[in-house]
């Protein structure tokens, strides 16, 4: 049929992305899915198919199960820390309430796969897509109620942070916060260490190099066994 795959993919309990790729995979099959329920004369399915909205809703899954595959795999990944899911799921709430706006406006440009079928929105769209942002913006906030509290401040900038962002109940905490601000010996080592360590790590040579591994090593009071690491590591037969 010079469609642009051979097959349909199946969602698996195994892999987790692989439900939007279902998605997307049936949204570009559409046409011959059509002719395949009307060959078979599946007339139910066909109807239901062929209903108005139906290829409107399908390819705005495609495009909100990209969004939600792309901010799950930014929350995997060695090395990646609690206040760093914060700032990503906060950001995610916040184009959540950002596209709802557009949406709200007639503007789907950030829809990519809608707006290749709808040129123009009407209402009915707009309604459906609208609702439907609202109800998943809603989940997220259910699902992580203290979301919007958390900050990282404190913990990216604690000589700027303000006192506030420790709970008054937290007495030691917030003078403990106090005293530390006012330490000028801290603040000096703070904004100096990681600049330091940064320029041996990256020259120029080295300048599209992630540090950020290499960094947290040469920052940590821990040190590392090199020997022992490299002991476990099996040598490769060439050497």
Same mark, same amino acid.
């Given at each position: 049929?010079?469609?642009?795959?051979?097959?349909? *993919?199946?969602?698996?309990?195994?892999?987790?992305?692989?439900?939007?790729? !279902?998605? @997307?995979?049936?949204? /570009? +099959?559409?046409?011959?899915?059509?002719?395949?329920?009307?060959?078979?004369?599946?007339?139910?399915?066909?109807?239901?198919?062929?209903?108005?909205?139906?290829?409107? &809703?399908?390819?705005?899954?495609?495009?909100?199960?990209?969004?939600?595959?792309?901010?799950?795999? /930014?929350? $995997?990944?060695?090395?990646?820390?609690?206040?760093? +899911? !914060?700032?990503?799921?906060?950001?995610? *709430? &916040?184009?959540?309430?950002?596209?709802?706006?557009?949406?709200?406006?007639?503007?789907?440009?950030?829809?990519?796969?809608?707006?290749?079928?709808?040129?123009?929105? #009407?209402?009915?769209?707009?309604?459906?897509?609208? @609702?439907?942002?609202?109800?998943?913006?809603?989940?997220?906030?259910?699902?992580?109620?203290?979301?919007?509290?958390?900050?990282?401040?404190?913990?990216?900038?604690?000589?700027?942070?303000?006192?506030?962002?420790?709970? #008054?109940?937290?007495?030691?905490?917030?003078? /403990?916060?106090?005293?530390?601000? /006012? #330490?000028?010996?801290?603040?000096?080592?703070?904004?100096?260490?990681?600049?330091?360590?940064?320029?041996?790590?990256?020259?120029?040579?080295?300048?599209?190099?992630?540090?950020?591994?290499?960094?947290?090593?040469?920052?940590?009071?821990?040190?590392?066994?090199?020997?022992?690491? !490299?002991?476990?590591?099996? $040598?490769?037969?060439?050497?």
């Amino acid at each position: 049929m010079d469609a642009a795959h051979e097959t349909l *993919i199946f969602h698996t309990a195994v892999h987790r992305l692989s439900k939007g790729n !279902v998605v @997307q995979r049936v949204f /570009e +099959f559409r046409e011959e899915i059509s002719l395949f329920f009307r060959i078979q004369n599946k007339q139910d399915l066909l109807s239901a198919w062929s209903a108005g909205s139906f290829e409107i &809703r399908l390819a705005y899954l495609v495009d909100i199960f990209k969004q939600l595959n792309t901010l799950n795999l /930014e929350l $995997q990944g060695k090395g990646s820390l609690k206040i760093d +899911f !914060v700032d990503k799921m906060k950001a995610f *709430i &916040r184009k959540m309430e950002n596209w709802r706006r557009k949406v709200g406006v007639g503007n789907l440009a950030m829809l990519e796969t809608v707006s290749e079928i709808a040129e123009e929105s #009407d209402a009915a769209t707009q309604n459906l897509i609208t @609702q439907h942002l609202e109800a998943l913006e809603g989940e997220f906030k259910r699902y992580f109620p203290d979301i919007q509290s958390l900050t990282s401040r404190l913990v990216r900038f604690p000589f700027t942070a303000p006192v506030t962002c420790i709970p #008054d109940d937290s007495d030691n905490a917030q003078t /403990e916060l106090l005293t530390l601000q /006012e #330490d000028s010996g801290a603040r000096m080592k703070f904004e100096t260490a990681a600049f330091s360590q940064l320029l041996p790590i990256k020259t120029k040579h080295r300048n599209r190099l992630e540090v950020k591994h290499d960094l947290r090593c040469a920052l940590s009071e821990t040190k590392p066994r090199i020997k022992k690491l !490299v002991d476990n590591l099996q $040598q490769h037969p060439s050497h």
